[in-house]
């Protein structure tokens, strides 16, 4: 009994597409009272090489990794290129006091919500 097995023919172009184009930012968000505090991995990436956007409820993290030279590397898996990560909040921030910090590699983003998205705390008048 003879089995014949068929490759597929682009297995090793699909492979690379999927290898250099599975690249994003992992996130974290944290919900406090009066702001959204999100982390974000950029390690070895410098703060002119961020561009952080903020509209409404909008968040948008562009980074440009930049590609050394290929200098004979047996093996290059170093991410390379440009990134973009877009998150929608589920309330509007106030975009004049967002407040980023780059420490260790971890982008740290605080954003305040807006006015109209805080608690607020309702007086009850007794007669």
């Known amino acids: ?63 440009e990794y930049q590609a050394e030279e290929n200098n004979g590397y047996l093996v290059h898996e170093l991410p390379s290129g440009s990134f973009t990560r877009t998150l929608r909040l589920p309330a509007p921030i106030q975009a004049d006091n967002v407040e980023a910090n780059v420490t260790d590699g971890v982008l740290t983003l605080t954003l305040p919500k807006a006015e109209s998205a805080r608690p607020k705390q309702i007086k009850i008048k007794a007669r």
């Not at 505090?37 to 950029?42: D, E, F």
Request: charged fraction near 25%; avoid cysteine; aromatic fraction near 10%.
């Open 1 to 63: 009994m003879t089995f014949y097995l068929q490759t597929y023919p682009y297995r090793r172009m699909a492979r690379r597409w999927v290898e250099n184009h599975d690249q994003t930012l992992g996130i974290n968000v944290r919900e406090e009272e009066e702001a959204y505090i999100l982390s974000a991995l950029v390690p070895g990436i410098k703060s002119d090489e961020l561009n952080i956007q903020v509209l409404e409820d909008v968040v948008q993290i562009k980074v």
